[in-house]
């Protein structure tokens, strides 16, 4: 059994009447797809986004028993005004739901909130939940602040009691030290890496140790930072008994690498040794099957490299849905 934890959908269509700046999602002649113009942003849409018979037909393609949906993370337009931002995640959150209701066993879908208003997106945390959606997906920064920032506590715990899954997207930032021919690829992993420590080091990961939360693409490089944070922690090598003479910021509380290892993470990650060490580092039960499909080719079939690891059974049925069953809160069974 797979469950891809990491897959994408579009809504069809958009309300007539809806904001100027919502999306519009043009037909293209002779063809099923549709094309999204959000924007500055174009993009062809293939009907699987948005058709579930579709999306089952390439989950049976590529060996896939279960997909976790949620919105393309450029719908996250977290600059839109808040009262827009939160009628467009409406529209997109009921989207979501019809879109799961045609197979839930095989369609699980997350929502999505107005991060620009943190009090707004707690409030409709209700909502999302009383309509079947499983969690919420929200990107790695809101407006350059980061998502372990205070403001966004009450949040996190309001999610944590509702008992919601929450699934945070690297969205590359622009910036002036690398070209924007990285933004897809080295600014993706550093700003997984900033979210995933901001929960760590702004206090979040401690205050809601019940939180299910998921980070796209292993939370870039954040594995590589842990060992050298826990370092500054605790003063030793190779996760070693503290030696506190060494210790350059010590800290009473729990290690980097103990929070971190609250976290889960998709294994899109591209490497079968970089799969390894997350595994050695952060635990098999911490790694989640991902694809960001249909935005991206699946391996064929999917989860071909980590098929290909010859890992213990127990690892692999871990990775390939128990975690996600776990992440989700849902009963394990196959």
């Known amino acids: 059994m797979i469950i891809d934890a990491h897959a994408h959908l579009l809504p069809k269509d958009y309300p007539s009447d809806a904001p100027e700046c919502f999306p519009h999602m043009e037909a293209v002649e002779g063809s099923t797809d549709r094309l999204l113009e959000f ?8 009907d699987v986004f948005f058709e579930a018979e579709r999306r089952i037909e390439a989950q049976d393609a590529s060996g896939v028993d279960a997909e976790v949906v949620s919105p393309m993370p450029p719908l996250l337009r977290y600059d839109l005004p808040a009262a827009d931002g939160l009628s ?26 107005p991060m620009q208003d943190p009090d707004a997106a707690t409030a409709e945390l209700a909502a999302m939940k009383d309509a079947g959606l499983a969690g919420v997906e929200i990107a790695s920064n809101i407006l350059g602040s980061s998502i372990g920032d205070e403001k966004f506590l009450p949040f996190f715990q309001e999610a944590e009691r509702l008992g919601l899954s929450v699934f945070v997207h690297a969205m590359p930032s622009p910036m002036d030290r690398l070209p924007k021919s990285a933004m897809g690829t080295y600014v993706v992993g550093i700003e997984g890496m ?11 990961a401690l205050a809601c140790p019940d939180l299910r939360i998921s980070f796209s693409h292993a939370a870039g490089g954040l594995a590589m930072m842990l060992p050298r944070a826990n370092y500054f922690w605790g003063g030793s090598w ?10 350059v910021m010590p800290d009473d509380g729990p290690s980097p690498l103990e929070l971190a290892r609250r976290f889960y993470y998709d294994s899109m990650v591209f490497d079968r040794r970089t799969i390894r060490y997350l595994i050695d580092l952060l635990g098999a039960d911490r790694l989640l099957v991902g694809s960001d499909f249909p935005a991206m080719l699946r391996e064929e079939p999917a989860a071909k490299t980590l098929r290909s690891m010859e890992l213990p059974d127990d690892d692999w049925q871990d990775i390939a849905w128990r975690n996600a069953l776990r992440w989700l809160g849902r009963p394990e069974h196959a």
Do not use: Y
Request: charged share 20%.
């Open 194 to 204: 900033f979210a995933a420590a901001s929960m760590i080091l702004g206090g979040t």
């Open 88 to 113: 467009l995640a409406r529209h997109v959150n009921e989207f979501a739901a019809e879109l799961a209701s045609h197979n839930p066993e095989r369609l699980i879908a997350l929502g999505m909130v």
């Open 39 to 46: 924007g500055a942003m174009s993009f062809r849409a293939k």
């Open 238 to 247: 190779n996760e070693e008994p503290k030696d506190l003479a060494r210790a």
